[in-house]
């Protein structure tokens, strides 16, 4: 890890606007693979991590800025969607610009909302994440365990990762 420079704060209402580019930016392309078409995040099932984000009593999230650019969020909600396990337990969504991950900046991110769920009460946070996404060593260095399995709608096996909000890193 690097020494990293940037600031992490709270995500404020005027940084949603964003939301959709780190959505985009989420979404794991496995060596050798195409990136899929911007409008992917828009498929009902990808677009419910975002949609009228601040709306739910859950939404919450961080981002790192780095010299005004902002360059990773993590945000939290509870939505049906591929790693919701209950309607108590925020599922969390994290991205990190490419440039820029492998400096601590994703770890930082996922403590600040961490500290954010537990002040709202939550007890845990879920996730999903590709088996073959090398983030699942990240996710399980964070406390995460692996809790189920399931395919997600492009026939992926995701692990549905759950993290104890009580334990610390």
Not at 7 to 27: G, K, N, P, T, V
Not at 63 to 86: K, S, T
Not at 107 to 112: D, G, R, S
Request: glycine share 8%.
């Amino acid at each position: 890890m690097q020494n990293w420079a940037g600031e992490i704060r709270s995500l404020m209402q005027a940084d949603y606007l964003w939301l959709e580019e780190f959505l985009y930016q989420a979404i794991y392309v496995a060596p050798g693979e195409e990136w899929p078409p911007r409008e992917v995040i828009f498929e009902p099932e990808i677009y419910v991590y975002i949609k009228d984000f601040g709306s739910l009593p859950a939404d919450c999230g961080t981002l790192a800025e780095l010299d005004g650019e902002i360059v990773g969020m993590a945000w939290a909600r509870i939505i049906p969607a591929y790693g919701n396990i209950d309607d108590n337990t925020p599922e969390l969504a994290i991205s990190v610009l490419p440039a820029h991950r492998g400096q601590g900046i994703g770890a930082a991110l996922m403590e600040k909302l961490f500290d954010q769920l537990r002040g709202r009460g939550y007890a845990r946070t879920s996730l999903s994440v590709q088996k073959n996404n090398p983030a699942v060593r990240f996710y399980r260095r964070l406390g995460y365990v692996e809790t189920a399995e399931k395919l997600d709608h492009a026939g992926h096996e995701d692990y549905i990762m759950v993290k104890e909000l009580g334990k610390s890193v």
